[in-house]
């Protein structure tokens, strides 16, 4: 009887101990596809880059791990609606039946990207129906553009990444191309892309202030995964990190 008592005892105290410490025995790995797509994401950068940095932060609250997969940005959708793996990020809030969509990871500002001697000229986003625009396969642009693009009001060629349409543009097979400003910031200074940046510039009429996002997979461990990521990202100021984080990175880059 007293052995039976003291079994309940210690019983009694470990589940003590695991109210206390829930996470601590619940430890998990996050699995999520991304894209080479620096300075947020990509396989040369530190932690796989900021909005991984962001991720990995907020999964630490609870004690969880984060493990990402870089491939090509449709095939690393594709992973994830087919339950390959939790999910896939930076994603932009878009309509979907596949997925729902994290708190925010930070914004980041698009806009159109030209050459100098050929600026474009627009007021409203129909204007932009007299160029061509080069946009990344799969990639969601803003609303209004997408739609245009849908309906064959404005005529565009994708390419399969930013360093092509970039270079696409240089050569003037296009007039201008829709990428994120701090992608832009980035790539300028690599070796290819540097020959030509003195010819390009950022149309001075931004496009859309964008917000990132993780987009789960509609199971029941993505809704549980959502949750963990949002509590998380409730914890800490994901901008102010993101901001800091693409300071430093410039700083080294125009070293």
Known sequence: MVLFHSLNKLAFRACIILALFPHSVTADTLELSTLEWPPFTGVNLIENGVTSQIVQQALSYEGHDLKVTVLPWNRAIRVAKKGGNSGYFPEY????????????????????LERKNNPIKWDIVSDLNKYTLGVVKGYVNTEEIDKMIVNGQQPFEAASDERQNILKLAAGRIDAIVIDYNVYQYLQHEPKIADIADLL????????????????????????????????????????????????????QNH
């Open 93 to 112: 809030i878009n309509a979907t039946n596949d997925f729902i969509f994290s708190n925010s990871l930070g914004n980041s500002p698009i806009g159109l």
């Open 201 to 252: 510039q950022m149309n001075t009429k931004p496009l859309e202030l964008k917000s990132l996002h993780i987009a789960f997979s509609k199971t029941r461990k993505g809704r549980e995964w959502l949750d963990i990521i949002n509590r998380g990202l409730s914890q800490f100021d994901a901008q102010q990190m993101m901001d800091a984080y693409l300071i430093e990175s410039s700083k080294h």
